[in-house]
């Protein structure tokens, strides 16, 4: 029998916890064994002792409703000596399933997920806008005219790639014919977009008056 002793506070703190998922035991007797009324220190200590002590005092003018024999030893009713624990953390199983909140464990794990995916959203943002955005550029086909048939070519390209800018890089080069024995100078150039104006290069190029009649782009396409 596991209630024999309610003088000594690991004997209360038995019934305190057994009461913890429970209404009742054998409740004649056990009321029977106290020899005196819990006072409100013992509500704070063993608020389930107080509860159930305060609730049968409502039956002493008649326990006939209540279970237990009157004529029996109060050892013969109750819960064997295994069934009983100091520590509430190992009551009976059926008890720790009396005390799980099927409904609050989803809604946490859903919490935690917000948060986490939260976190590796404002890491990936952050990321993102750190992340250096690869530089625009261009390749552009650029024709250079001569004055006449009698231009020095080697020397107008020899100038032309002399123009050097931070975003513009020369390319592949070749005379075409445009007739009359004039040959134009096709180049090919890479430009950075936000670094380069076509048109500023062009007038760079003008500034070679002795050898350059005018300049066009011919094509241009994003890399």
């Known amino acids: 029998m596991g209630f024999t002793d309610f003088v000594s506070d690991t004997g209360v703190t038995l019934l305190n916890n057994w009461l913890r998922t429970r209404s009742y035991i054998a409740d004649v007797k056990c009321f029977q064994a106290f020899k005196s009324k819990p006072d409100e220190t013992s509500a704070t200590k063993f608020p389930n002792v107080f509860r159930w002590y305060k609730h049968i005092a409502t039956f002493e003018s008649d326990f006939s409703s209540l279970s237990g024999d009157p004529s029996k030893a109060y050892t013969a009713y109750g819960p064997e000596s295994s069934e009983v624990t ?29 948060r986490i995916r939260e976190e590796r959203l404002a890491e990936y943002n952050k990321k993102k806008a750190t992340k250096q955005k690869p530089a625009a550029k261009s390749i552009v086909t650029l024709d250079v005219k001569p004055w006449d048939d009698e231009t020095d070519m080697a020397e107008l390209e020899k100038n032309l790639r002399a123009i050097e800018k931070d975003g513009l890089v020369w390319g592949a080069s070749k005379l075409v014919a445009i007739g009359f024995g004039i040959k134009k100078l096709q180049i090919n150039l890479v430009v950075e977009d936000e670094k380069i104006s076509l048109d500023e290069l062009q007038e760079q190029i003008a500034e070679d008056e002795d050898h350059v009649q005018s300049s066009d782009i011919a094509a241009m396409q994003k890399l």
């Open 86 to 114: 100091v520590n509430p953390a190992k009551a009976p199983a059926d008890d720790e399933d009396e005390d799980i909140d099927l409904f609050a464990s989803d809604e946490e794990e859903d919490v935690e997920q917000a």
